[in-house]
Nanobody, 124 residues
Framework: QVQLVESGGGLVQAGGSLRLSCAAS????????MGWFRQAPGKEREFVAV????????FYADSVKGRFAISRDNAKNTVYLQMNNLKPEDTAVYYC?????????????????WGQGTQVTVSS
């Protein structure tokens, strides 16, 4: 079993920055990919960013491209999401997720393990 724990959420003004972290623990951890998703009130969970775990490859949603950066530290089993120039529309609960095998990396159904989520609120 794999446990994912997010941290780093909070309240920030528009234009500000936050850095989210997601630490994995449990069985020997070697996922195919680690992703970040978010869910705003009344909306479906949406893809934000993903990084492959053993090769250098990342993908982003168009809405965050150029503002967010996903990175990983394999030695610490941790993935990060640096969020810059935050906008009120970025307000959501942010979840990290692990895909253990090759999957549709932009779809939440492709992930096997999920964290509990961390709230990000951007005020205007």
């Amino acid at each position: 079993q794999v446990q994912l724990v997010e941290s780093g959420g909070g309240l920030v003004q528009a234009g500000g920055s936050l850095r989210l972290s997601c630490a994995a623990s449990g069985r020997t951890f070697s996922p195919f990919a680690m992703g970040w998703f978010r869910q705003a009130p009344g909306k479906e969970r949406e893809f934000v960013a993903v990084t492959m775990w053993t090769i250098v490859s990342t993908f982003y949603a168009d809405s965050v491209k150029g503002r967010f950066a996903i990175s990983r530290d394999n030695a610490k089993n941790t993935v990060y999401l640096q969020m810059n120039n935050l906008k009120p529309e970025d307000t959501a609960v942010y979840y990290c997720a692990a895909a253990i095998s090759p999957t549709l990396i932009r779809q939440s159904s492709g992930y096997h393990y999920w964290g509990q989520g961390t709230q990000v609120t951007v005020s205007s």
